[in-house]
């Protein structure tokens, strides 16, 4: 290893797909929407490091050059390099935000006539343009009594269009989902699931689920009390010990 303190670049993409020419194309309320993801899932990452009691700079070989045997290692160098993309992807991403926004005030400027309700801009706020809902990318396989996934109201069956920032596109083997929790202890994650009645309709749900320790669980259920079935996956996954109880993830047949 040449630079232990270097970052390492994780194994499958290291960022979500973004590029200025996919986003230059999406309305003010998708750029928006990516906007809030990546400062979600940034502020996750630093709750990663901040449970190892490290920062970016943080050493991570002892004084005689060893590699420090108190913290994660290679769980900090993966982190640190995808804070490293996440951060290069953000500033791409506000460039183009700029750019539509250039754009935007120059069209104004050219069309006085132009009703400012149905601009763009209003857009960008949210409340003007209907959600458009995510493909699901997991399904809650079963939950534990008492525990964090069953006061946030999951149920068995239930579909995961996204949990906090993660969703179909961006959770890389489901991962991101450990990601997320280990980031977010203690505090609120949105889940928004699909739900399927009695009457074969679907419901669509937006839960917040608190990943705590010490629920009362079992350790390998971890912070939250449910098991989930990625529809993607072709191994078993673990989202790692004392994390909100998506304890196994077993490959969907």
Known sequence: MDNIHAPTVP??????????????????????AKKENLEAELKALSGVLDSHGVNMDTPLTTADGF???????AQIRTTRSRIIHLKNDYK?????IE?????????????EDAPPASTPLAGMLGDSIPETLEEPFAKVNSVVAGSPAESAGLRPGDEIRSFGYVNKTNH???????????GNEGQRVLVKISRRTESSRRQELQLNLTPRRNWGGRA???RMGAAIDGFDE???FMIGKENIGFWR???AN
Do not use: W, Y
């Open 11 to 32: 194994a499958g993409p290291s960022s979500r797909p973004l590029t200025n020419g996919d986003a230059k194309h999406l309305s003010f309320a998708e750029l928006q």
């Open 99 to 111: 750019k539509h926004l250039h754009q935007h005030f120059a069209s104004i400027q050219d069309s």
């Open 220 to 222: 390998i259920r971890g």
């Open 234 to 236: 072709i191994d078993d």
């Open 249 to 251: 993830i077993p490959a």
């Open 67 to 73: 590699p420090r045997a108190d913290i994660d290692v």
């Open 172 to 182: 890389d083997g489901l991962r991101r989902v450990a990601e997320c929790v280990q």
């Open 92 to 96: 791409d991403l506000m460039n183009t």
